[in-house]
C-alpha cells in the first residue's frame, strides 16, 4: 500500500462496568485512531489505546510522537498494532476463519454472569482470581465448577498477585481436570514448574511474555501462550503465536478492552492460527 495520508483522532469512551485492573480502578478507555488514507482514497483505520497498568505508553506520549511527524514504533507497541493493522491488505483481511471465544468473568456475581454467558452458548469461561482474600477466590472457583457441564472449561488469571506458597495453596485447593490453566500465578515464570508438579493445573504466560519479549522455555505445565496485540504489536504477537504453536503450546489472542476497531484486528490475527483454542476478545459490552 502506497500511504498518501495519515491523520489521527483522540477518542475516549467510559466503559459501561468499571473494570478493576491489578488494583486500579478503569472507569473509561482512551486512544488514538490512525487513519491512513492509500493512492485509491481507502481509508483504513487502526486503534492505538495503551492500557493503564500495562502499557508503558500514554495516549499522550502517541500524541506527541505524532505531531512531531514520526512514526516510531520502539516503546510505542500500541501505536504498531494500530498501524500494522491498518495497512494489511484489504484482501487478507476478508480470509478467516470462525473463531471461538472465552467469556469473561469478573467483579460480583460471577455465577449469575456464568449463567448469562452459557446461555449464550460459550463453552470457556474465564475468571480474574487475586484481587480479595484467597479463600474468596478458592470459594468462587469451587461454585463455579460445580455448576460446569463436563463440556466447560474454565481459565483463571491470577495477574502475578500470589507468592508462590500462596498460589500453591489455592492451586491444591481448586485443582479439576476442567481447569484449562491459569495465566500468570506469580510474577517469577521460573517457579510454575513447581507449582504444576505441586498442583497439576497448567499454566499459560501472559505478562511474562510483554516483560522478556519471548515465549520462555518450555517447562512442563506450560500450556499456552496468551497474546495482547496492544502491548506487542500485530506482527510481533502473529509471530509469537507461530512460535507458540511450534513449541506445542495453544496460541490465546487476549483484549485490552479496546473498542470495535482494535477488536477487529485481534480477531483476525486469531483467525490466522492454524492451531484453534478459544481467544479471549469478548471485552466489547464493557
Ligand atoms: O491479564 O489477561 C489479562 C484485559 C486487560 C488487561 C489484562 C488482561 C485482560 C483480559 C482480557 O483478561 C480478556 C481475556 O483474555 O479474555
Ligand atoms: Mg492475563
Not at 489521527?8 to 486500579?24: I, T
Amino acid at each position: 500500500m502506497t500511504m498518501k495520508r495519515l491523520a489521527w483522532n483522540r477518542f475516549s469512551f467510559s466503559l459501561s462496568h468499571p473494570v478493576q485492573l491489578r488494583g486500579q480502578w478503569l472507569d473509561c478507555r482512551e486512544g488514538i485512531y490512525l487513519e491512513l488514507t492509500d493512492t485509491y482514497g481507502h481509508v483504513r483505520i487502526g486503534e492505538a489505546a495503551p492500557l493503564p497498568g500495562f502499557s508503558q505508553e500514554t495516549v499522550d506520549d502517541i500524541e506527541a510522537e505524532l505531531t512531531r511527524g514520526s512514526l516510531n514504533f520502539k516503546g510505542f507497541p500500541s501505536l504498531q498494532f494500530a498501524y500494522e493493522w491498518a495497512t494489511l491488505d484489504f484482501e487478507k483481511k476478508s480470509v478467516r476463519q470462525p473463531i471461538q471465544t472465552n467469556a469473561l468473568l469478573m467483579g460480583p456475581k460471577t455465577v449469575e454472569q456464568f449463567y448469562r454467558k452459557k446461555a449464550q452458548g460459550f463453552t470457556c469461561f474465564k475468571l480474574k482470581v487475586g484481587f480479595q482474600m484467597l479463600q474468596h477466590d478458592i470459594d468462587q472457583v469451587k461454585e463455579l465448577v460445580a455448576h460446569m457441564a463436563p463440556q466447560h472449561t474454565l481459565r483463571l488469571d491470577a495477574n502475578q498477585a500470589w507468592t508462590l506458597s500462596e498460589a500453591i495453596d489455592f492451586g491444591k485447593r481448586v485443582a479439576h481436570p476442567q481447569i484449562d490453566y491459569i495465566e500468570e500465578p506469580t510474577s517469577c515464570w521460573e517457579d510454575w514448574e513447581h507449582f504444576y508438579n505441586e498442583t497439576g493445573i497448567p499454566l499459560a504466560v501472559d505478562e511474562t511474555v510483554v516483560r522478556i519479549q519471548a515465549i520462555p522455555a518450555l517447562f512442563p505445565g506450560l500450556k499456552a501462550v496468551v497474546l495482547k496485540p496492544t502491548l506487542l504489536g500485530f506482527l510481533c504477537a502473529q509471530t509469537l503465536a507461530f512460535e507458540a504453536i511450534q513449541m506445542g503450546l495453544h496460541p490465546v489472542i487476549s483484549s485490552c478492552f479496546e473498542t470495535e476497531v482494535g477488536l477487529e484486528g485481534l480477531r483476525y490475527l486469531a483467525s490466522t492460527f492454524p492451531v484453534q483454542v478459544p481467544h479471549g476478545v469478548t471485552t466489547c459490552h464493557w
